[in-house]
Every structure is written in C-alpha cells, then in structure tokens.
C-alpha cells in the first residue's frame, strides 16, 4: 500500500512563492499520474495540475504561468512550485496519485494528508 506524504506548507505574502513536496512511500509495483489538489473554506475540492509518467503536465487555469509542477521519477516525489501566490490560492493542498500495487493488477488511487497553504499580508 502506498501513502503519500507532503510538506512545504505555510504562510507567505501575496506575490510571495513556496515549493510543495509529496514523496510516495511504501510496496508498489509504479506510480502513474501524480497531483495536487486544493480546497479553500467553504468550497469543493479542485484540480490544480497533474503529472504522467510520461511528463505530460495539466494545470487549472487558474494557476497557468504561476504555478509548476514536476517530478523525480528516482525519489517518486512530485513537486508544486507556486509563484506569484494570490489570496485566493489559500487553501488546503492535496497530493493525489494513481499507482499499480503489483504489476497485474489496476490503478488505485491514494490522498495525502493535506498541507496548508496561507497567503495574507
């Protein structure tokens, strides 16, 4: 079973940046599609960018040209890179990933505990 662990969260000024980490731990067989979503008081949670094992990248639109997410494929970490953070980007930070526990069987999907992320003056 694999769990996700995340970190790099905090309080930081508007205009400010910060650099989210969730390593995938545990017995797997390959981790696909690593993720971050975000859910802020009072409202859904939402897509905020995923990443393939191929490298292929999405992001909300929200968050286009501010935020980059990557990952090391050796470490099985991905990572968020927020730059130019808004009020609106505070939120809880969920890392999320599609991983395979043995070679034969399908995709299970796993959350990590959450990272809160403040952006205030």
């Known amino acids: 079973q694999v769990q996700l662990v995340e970190s790099g969260g905090g309080l930081v000024q508007p205009g400010g940046s910060l650099r989210l980490s969730c390593a995938a731990s545990g017995s797997f067989f390959s981790v696909n599609t690593m993720g971050w979503y975000r859910q802020a008081p009072g409202k859904e949670r939402e897509l905020v960018a995923t990443?393939?094992?191929?490298?292929?990248?999405n992001y909300a639109d929200s968050v286009k040209g501010r935020f980059t997410i990557s990952r090391d494929y050796a470490k099985n970490t991905a990572y968020l890179q927020m730059n130019s953070l808004k009020a609106e980007d505070t939120a809880v930070y969920y890392c999320n990933s599609a991983y395979r526990r043995f070679r034969w069987t399908g995709y299970l999907e796993v959350w990590g505990q959450g990272t809160l992320v403040t952006v205030s003056s």
């Open positions: 990443i393939t094992s191929g490298g292929i990248t």
